[in-house]
């Protein structure tokens, strides 16, 4: 901070030399402004944790394949004493790290399965990430040159809501001494961080549903000003008990049709859509900047990332304006920070999450934006709706993406880009889900491939109708 010169300047004479050029008056205030860099930013390295198992390529290929992480809940799959609410949840269906799988990845990495979920999904993606980008610091600089950004949602409800019975039973002593640790939403910034020796800036959103989105933003704007050259970024979500099962459904806000056949719950963008399917797990992306990446040999440059933008619609705690207007604003600004325009976007990996109101205000504000469409007049999350948009490239250029899954790419008919949502597949990942559908969206574009969206039967009517993929 500096202060001011001439600070005897009354305020009517600060408002004449205001009228000056800017550059005069701060000039004349503060002296010479610092130049500001903009550097280009790629992603190197990515990781996954989902219901449709763990690491990468398996479950991009699951993806692809119409596989689905979906299942009825038992009570083996709740925490103890969980069970005992299960038959009285409207829903009971939901999207889970495979166990087994999970256990077995958990151990060869020698974390402690007492650590919280959430946690643990957030160091195995950033291990991943880790390995695919071959980034190891070594000296004290690549250290300190090196952060991360993690986001979650609701943390971890399982602590609380056990350490909340021992309260009400004056049970003080049985509060784990670990527990404040354990649901901070900064822990899995923190543990990967911890665990690897980074000392770069350290990062935690909590913003709902667009948590990961946003770690991923703000690492994004870190390294393109120069305030680290690598970054982990992502985000992490494991509540899948009966607090977060019931909670949601006193909202109406999960599926409760197809308890007897779960893969057919999450039904983004389908006429029959009654809400999303709870889920867990985690993604985490390597960025870097690019001279840095070239530098050192990085084995992939999947992808550069160009713009982010964000917004909030000041509407409602849980409802979007029906217009779409705070996502378009959302997009709009990520177009401008990439320098691009709506036609230079081939696919759009939606939010999507099953819910009535939410997909339509989202296929509005998509049409809006790239399909010639007006929302508050200008052409073409929860809590007042946080949205956050990011623009994808490869490298050497934009990628047309073809209709249906595996074929040779080919721009979309109409003109729009292609949507989908994979929450049919994955549930809805809370705080992961934006970092998760980041990974996906990078994964489209070094495939050239787009993933469908699972149970789309009967499509949402509207102009966006031919842009939405539907399973082959």
């Known amino acids: 901070m500096k202060a001011f010169k001439h600070t005897h300047r009354t305020a009517s004479q600060w408002q004449a030399l205001s009228r000056n050029p800017f550059t005069t008056l701060i000039e ?8 500001q860099q903009v550097r280009r930013v790629v992603v190197t390295g990515l990781g996954l944790i989902t219901p449709l198992g763990l690491g990468l390529q398996s479950i991009w290929d699951r993806l692809l394949q119409g596989g689905c992480g979906i299942k009825r809940l038992t009570a083996a799959d709740l925490p103890k004493g969980h069970d005992k609410a299960l038959n009285k949840l409207p829903s009971r269906v939901a999207a889970m790290v495979p166990e087994e799988q999970f256990a077995e990845t958990l151990a060869a990495a020698g974390l402690r399965a007492s650590n919280s979920r959430f946690v ?14 071959e980034w190891q610091p070594v000296s004290e600089a ?34 784990s ?18 665990r690897h020796g980074f000392q770069g800036p350290n990062r935690a959103a909590a913003t709902a549903c667009a948590a990961g989105a946003d770690a991923i933003g703000d690492a994004f704007n870190l390294i393109r000003r120069g305030d680290a050259d690598v970054m982990v970024a992502g985000g992490t979500e494991a509540c899948v008990d009966s607090v977060a099962l019931a909670a949601f ?40 900047e690019l001279s840095h990446a070239i530098a050192r040999g990085a084995p992939h440059i999947y992808a550069e990332l160009r713009g982010y933008g964000m917004s909030a619609d ?58 010639g469409g007006s929302a508050d007049g200008h052409d073409a999350g929860i809590g007042g709706h ?87």
């Not at 004349?28 to 130049?35: E, K, L, M, N, T």
């Not at 993606?125 to 390995?131: D, G």
């Open 314 to 371: 000041a509407n409602h705690i849980t409802q979007p304006p029906a217009d779409g207007r705070g996502a378009a604003l959302a997009m709009r600004r990520a177009l401008r920070d990439a320098g691009s325009c709506a036609a230079d976007v081939a696919y759009v990996n939606a939010h999507g999450t099953g819910t009535p109101l939410g997909d339509v205000a989202e296929l509005r504000a998509i049409h809006h934006v790239f399909g």
């Open 177 to 194: 001494p670990f527990l404040v640790t354990r649901i901070l939403a900064n822990s899995p910034a923190g543990a990967v961080s911890i």
């Open 142 to 175: 690549e250290h300190q040159a090196t952060g991360v950004a993690f986001g979650s949602g609701l943390s971890c409800t399982t602590d609380l809501a056990e350490a909340g019975v021992h309260v009400m039973q004056g049970l003080i002593r049985k509060i």
């Open 28 to 35: 004349d205030a503060f002296g010479v402004p610092p130049s």
């Open 386 to 472: 946080n949205h956050k948009g990011g623009i994808l490239e490869t490298v050497e250029q934009v990628l047309h993406l073809g209709k249906a899954t595996r074929q040779e790419p080919e721009a979309s008919h109409t003109g729009r880009p292609l949507i989908s949502s994979t929450k049919g597949a994955t549930g809805h990942l809370l705080g992961a889900a934006g970092a998760v559908e980041a990974v996906f969206a990078v994964m489209s574009l070094v495939d050239s491939t787009a993933p469908p969206n699972l149970n789309l039967e009967h499509p949402e009517p509207g102009p966006w109708e031919d842009s939405l993929i539907v399973s082959t």
């Open 120 to 133: 643990n999904f957030a160091e195995l993606a950033a291990i991943e990430a880790l390995q695919d980008a």
């Open 249 to 288: 459904g006193r909202m109406n806000a999960l599926s409760a049709r197809y308890n007897d056949d779960p893969c057919s719950a999450s039904r983004p963008f389908d006429r029959d859509r009654c809400g999303f399917v709870l889920g867990e797990g985690a993604g985490a992306l390597v960025l870097e």
